[in-house]
């Protein structure tokens, strides 16, 4: 499956932005969709995931309450809403699939920068 993620920009802290992960290929449905981000000299890091079906969805602790993902299966995306943004969001984010028999994710995008300024 490819993976295209859009959305990305320079926004103030407490403002909003909504990223867009398109996918290609394979059955989009069976994937759990991922997203990820990766600061300027730190590892990559989880930030949520949300199963094929949309009913479940999982954020780290640094984004709950003020993230949401949410997927389309009739439109192959996934999105993550950012609301609240901090300058410690400010990161590359990138969108990532998962098999459903699998526990890694297989398939990543290609990232946007996403940056919060104070």
């Known amino acids: 499956v490819q993976l295209q993620a859009s959305g990305g920009g320079l926004v103030q802290a407490g403002g909003s932005l909504r990223l867009s992960c398109a996918a290609s290929?394979?059955?989009?449905?069976?994937?759990?969709m991922g997203w990820f981000r990766q600061a300027p000299g730190k590892e990559r890091e989880f930030v949520a995931s949300?199963?094929?079906?949309?009913?479940?969805?999982y954020y780290a602790d640094s984004v709950k309450g003020r993230f949401t993902i949410s997927r389309d299966n009739a439109k192959n995306t996934v999105y993550l809403q950012m609301n609240s943004l901090k300058p410690e969001d400010t990161a590359v984010y990138y969108c990532?699939?998962?098999?459903?028999?699998?526990?890694?994710?297989?398939?990543w995008g290609q990232g946007t920068q996403v940056t919060v300024s104070s």
């Open positions: 990532a699939a998962r098999p459903l028999n699998k526990i890694q994710y297989d398939y």
């Open positions: 290929g394979r059955t989009f449905s069976c994937y759990v």
């Open positions: 949300i199963s094929w079906s949309g009913g479940n969805s």
